[in-house]
């Protein structure tokens, strides 16, 4: 059975909280369909992978049991933090072929830390930056370190291509603090699902820069999310080591009662018909937060 993050409901509750009290993360299968309203000139989206030569191989067997795990729990001072929060990602997701892989924090060097094909939460999809013959470059889940003295934003690192199976994912969400928008970037066109939401208060802002869904999942836990999904992000909150007494302070998108303005801890808040769009973006899939 999966380890879940332990919950503390009613306290999260009161602090506006969302993954850091999240206890049971309930599998979510997705509605069958959303209604979406379009918008008249589509966002970027995520574009189509092209692999380059890149880093020469590296053919090495390496003993990973002494190698911590990367996932939402995770603190490693090895593991690089995004230097291009802005930059644009391919249209490729990767996942581990095997139980657990090397991870690189760069192609030259020995393996930092280890990936779970399944691990403690999450779907195991991590998405591409870059794809070269032999290597990729992802985002992934956990920090190099825990505020206030360590840094706690939206890691990467390199995976031998050997060793993932890529799938295609060309759908991506796009938040805008600033205009109080959220799009759903697909195949189809650019489907506007909010204009309005609340975001992090300036003591706990909204993490900038670009992310991933780790999962989408139902915490019967957190009632005021009134049952609907949440979509639980990869990136940790800048100035919280945790929420409630936790060790994670994950940030997610969901449902909540008010949502309107610079009022939480920086999770996002959004009104059931947007999240219930949400329910339908894809495990692996990146989400830019723009200010």
């Not at 393996?111 to 591409?128: C, I, K, T």
């Not at 915490?219 to 609907?228: C, E, F, V």
């Not at 994670?248 to 996002?268: E, P």
């Amino acid at each position: 059975m999966r380890q879940r993050l332990l919950a503390a409901g009613a306290v999260a509750a009161a602090l506006g909280v969302t993954l850091a009290a999240a206890g049971l993360m309930t599998r979510h299968t997705p509605a069958p369909q959303a209604t979406h309203a379009m918008t008249a000139e589509p966002t970027p989206s995520r574009t189509p992978a092209t692999a380059h030569s890149g880093p020469p191989a590296n053919p090495s067997a390496y003993d990973l049991s002494g190698l911590p795990a990367v996932d939402v729990f995770s603190v490693n001072p090895l593991i690089p933090v995004d230097p291009d929060p802005d930059g644009a990602m391919t249209d490729l997701d990767a996942r581990p072929l095997s139980a657990a892989i090397p991870v690189f924090a760069d192609p030259a060097g020995a393996p930092v830390a280890q990936l779970a094909q399944s691990p403690r939460e999450g779907s195991g999809l991590v998405p591409v930056i870059a794809a070269y013959s032999d290597w990729v470059k992802v985002l992934l889940s956990g920090r190099q370190g825990v505020p206030p003295d360590g840094n706690s934003h939206q890691t990467y690192g390199w995976l031998r291509r050997a060793d993932v199976g890529l799938s295609t994912n060309d759908t991506s969400v796009v938040v805008s603090l600033s205009q109080r928008t959220i799009d759903i970037v697909s195949p189809t066109g650019t489907a506007r699902i909010a204009t309005d939401f609340a975001w992090g208060t300036a003591a706990t802002p909204t993490p900038i820069g670009r992310t991933f869904v780790m999962e989408v999942a139902v915490n019967p836990a957190l009632s005021y999310t009134r049952g609907h999904p949440i979509v639980y992000l990869a990136t940790q909150s800048p100035t919280l080591e945790g929420f409630d007494g936790q060790n994670v302070a994950v940030t997610a998108m969901h449902y909540y009662d008010a949502h309107s303005g610079a009022i939480s801890n920086g999770c996002i808040r959004v009104d059931a018909q947007a999240i219930e769009a949400l329910d339908q973006v894809p495990a692996g899939s990146v989400v830019y937060v723009r200010a």
